[in-house]
């Protein structure tokens, strides 16, 4: 796999990563919204919580890895090396 296709497969996970981060919390909110309700259930405040807690460590583990990658292709263009569109 070469450096571009690494780079947009990263961005794409963190996409997806980030957008169902926003789904999991929604069901911890659904859940302790439930409670005024009087219908509350602590295993979806729960799930909601833990899903989401580790999609977003998920998320921002792959944004480093990316930005790593982005920093090392520009480094290898100020080296004299061909631009990825180039190659």
Same mark, same amino acid.
């Given at each position: 796999m070469n450096v571009e296709t690494s780079i947009t497969v990263k961005r794409i996970a963190t996409l997806i990563c980030s957008m169902t981060v926003i789904v999991f919390f929604g069901y911890a909110l659904g859940g302790v919204g439930g409670y005024l #309700? /009087?219908? /509350?259930?602590p295993r979806t405040i729960a799930w909601g919580l833990a899903g989401g807690s580790l999609l977003a460590? #998920?998320?921002i583990r792959i944004w480093r890895s990316y930005?790593? +990658?982005v920093e090392s292709a520009e480094q290898g263009r100020e +080296? &004299? &090396?061909? !631009? !990825?569109e180039a190659r």
């Open positions: #309700m /009087g219908r /509350g259930q460590y #998920m998320a930005l790593k +990658d +080296d &004299g &090396g061909s !631009p !990825p």
